[in-house]
């Protein structure tokens, strides 16, 4: 397994870099050398085999991307703990949520994420934090790297408290919950009274992290820039090093043009951000996280790629389908409508609820999933081998006969209108035309009367990307929006879509509420944005 090799492959090289970051300019300073993380792994399984913990308890990991995040997966991952990703980012009451769910023996933190007074809060602030004390929601907590006042005790700290002796069994006694095998739980999107919670098994994510490294092959010695497991991992046993991409799209452009990486992996707001500020791009370029649009591709090819490919992933299996941009390009180009994410990659099989999974299915319906990658449960149920995606899809044959994978959006953003069923991400891509940003189809609900209760208006929120002619714009609109038939909007509104989450794919419900807010605005007559800032156009589709 490649977690359980990593620790002997990095002391093989100690002085080599490991993991970089950018300085404020984007120039390339050293994180942590090979040799420095597996130390720090070692030193944080010793912590927490002071603290008692044992095969099968579950670590809550509040730990920022980087070499200390890294070292406690490895650390737990030596120990068989199970570790549960817990995103500060998320809030206080969805976090506590979680944490309640699987009920950890202990939560490593660092400063930033426990958000308590004095110098922890005021950088918490400064990442965008916003939690009360972490210890007002989990029972146990330890500090993982810089200690400031106010943190808990840190993990290496002989004096710790240890676990509490009446810790509850991980996520309840559910039949089939082997939690000794268990990897990791990572929690997908969803109400805070309801979290669902993803089990992956050490088989599981050993086969998602072998499925990256055969798709991406890193180069032995070649930088390589981004920051999840399944980018450090790879690279990291590869012999490549790895390095953090800079938050502001200034310094991120800065930093790909000075250190010229063989592999980039970026979601699609931060590559378009980037691009956006002039960013020069190297080597191969890899985006997912978030739909990932032609034009964008298009954009990182011409700004210097070698190749750029979409990967199409899901927290429940990482990855499942990759498409090339030229592949990607064509199909925008025929006027095919929905969204090419590509071949399922091998050992993923793929068919549409309903069918019998040929690669000719034209018939769209929800994607079903399931192969060595693929969770084995959520937390709470029982385990399952088929992926119940939610997405709806239709298979097309590719150029070798074998299935293609086209997404026409989520099952649940369904828009009624009249006796019409349409899903957006059917039609959004064709939005996507020179000069926009971003575009997304929401439902509005219907005025007039009860007779339309319960239908809705359906509006294309269109964001124009920086220095666009909005004129220019609404005329290349007019031929794919003509296209669209049955499914043309009630009303086109040029605005900034509302973003979500750390890979900013788009806010729906945010939009519906910002779609229905400027249509009211004009139905009452009063002014709207200037159109270089927010604008907004209205057009009827009969």
């Known amino acids: 397994m490649i977690l359980d090799r990593l620790p002997a492959v990095l002391r093989a090289a100690p002085d080599r870099p490991a993991v970089l970051t950018a300085g404020p300019r984007g120039g390339t300073r050293i994180a942590a ?14 912590g927490l085999r002071r603290r008692g913990l044992r095969a099968g308890d579950t670590l809550g990991v509040a730990v920022r991307p980087g070499p200390r995040a890294l070292a406690v997966l490895l650390a737990a991952h030596r120990l068989r703990l199970r570790v549960a990703v817990l995103d500060p980012f998320a809030g206080p009451e969805v976090l506590r949520a979680r944490l309640a769910l699987v009920s950890p023996a202990l939560v ?47 993990l290496d700290d002989p004096d710790g408290t240890p676990p509490r002796a009446d810790t509850p069994p991980p996520g309840g006694s559910v039949v089939g919950d082997a939690r000794a095998g268990d990897a990791v739980i990572v929690f997908t999107s969803g109400t805070t009274a309801r979290p669902r919670a993803v089990v992956h098994d050490r088989a599981s994510l050993d086969a998602g992290l072998a499925a990256v490294t055969a798709l991406v092959d890193p ?40 250190l010229e ?12 951000a980037a691009l956006n500020r002039g960013a020069r791009l190297t ?8 739909p990932v649009p032609a034009a964008l591709m298009r954009r990182a090819r011409l700004a210097g790629a070698r190749t750029v490919t979409g990967v199409y992933a899901l927290t429940e299996m990482f990855p499942v389908a990759a498409v090339g941009e030229p592949e990607k390009a064509a199909f925008a180009d025929s006027g095919a409508p929905g969204d090419l994410v590509g071949a399922p990659l091998p050992g993923v099989s793929a068919r549409i609820d309903g069918s019998d999974g040929g690669a000719g299915d034209a018939t769209g319906g929800e994607l079903l999933l399931s192969g060595p990658a693929g969770r084995v449960r959520y937390l709470g149920e029982r385990p399952d081998p088929v992926i119940r995606t939610g997405d709806r899809a239709r298979l097309t044959p590719g150029p070798d006969g074998g299935p293609r994978v086209v997404l026409e959006g989520r099952m649940k953003d369904m828009v009624l209108r009249g006796a019409e069923n349409i899903y957006p991400g059917l039609h959004e891509p064709a939005l996507h ?36 002619d909005p004129a220019r714009v609404r005329a290349a609109l007019r031929s794919p929006l003509a296209g669209m038939a049955g499914a043309r909007p009630d009303a086109v ?10 890979s900013g794919k788009p806010d729906r419900a945010a939009a519906a509420r910002l779609a229905a807010g400027l249509l009211d605005r004009r139905a009452a007559g009063r002014r709207v944005p200037d159109p270089r800032r927010s604008p907004v156009e209205g057009g009827s589709r009969r």
Do not use: H, K, M, N
């Open 33 to 46: 050398r090979r040799g420095d993380l597996a130390d720090l792994a070692d030193a944080c399984a010793a």
């Open 108 to 154: 490593v933190a660092d400063a930033a994420a426990q958000a308590v007074a004095g110098p922890a809060r005021r950088l918490a602030r400064r990442a965008g934090l916003a939690l009360p004390p972490f210890g007002d929601l989990a029972p146990v907590v330890a500090t993982v790297g810089r200690r400031l006042p106010g943190c808990a005790p840190a």
């Open 219 to 258: 180069v032995p010695g070649r930088p390589v820039l981004g920051g999840t497991l399944f980018v450090l991992a790879p690279a990291l046993a590869r012999g490549a090093p790895v390095a953090l991409p800079a938050r502001r799209p200034a310094a991120l452009a800065a930093q790909l043009a000075r």
């Open 261 to 272: 990486p063989a592999d980039t992996y970026l979601t699609p707001p931060a590559l378009r």
């Open 283 to 290: 080597g191969r370029v890899w985006a997912g996280s978030a």
């Open 433 to 468: 035309v020179p000069g926009v940003e971003l575009a997304v189809l929401v439902g509005v609900p219907a005025s007039g009367g009860e007779d339309r209760e319960g239908e809705e208006r359906l509006v294309a929120l269109v964001e124009p990307g920086p220095g666009a």
């Open 493 to 502: 509104l040029f605005a900034a879509v509302p973003r979500s989450g750390r």
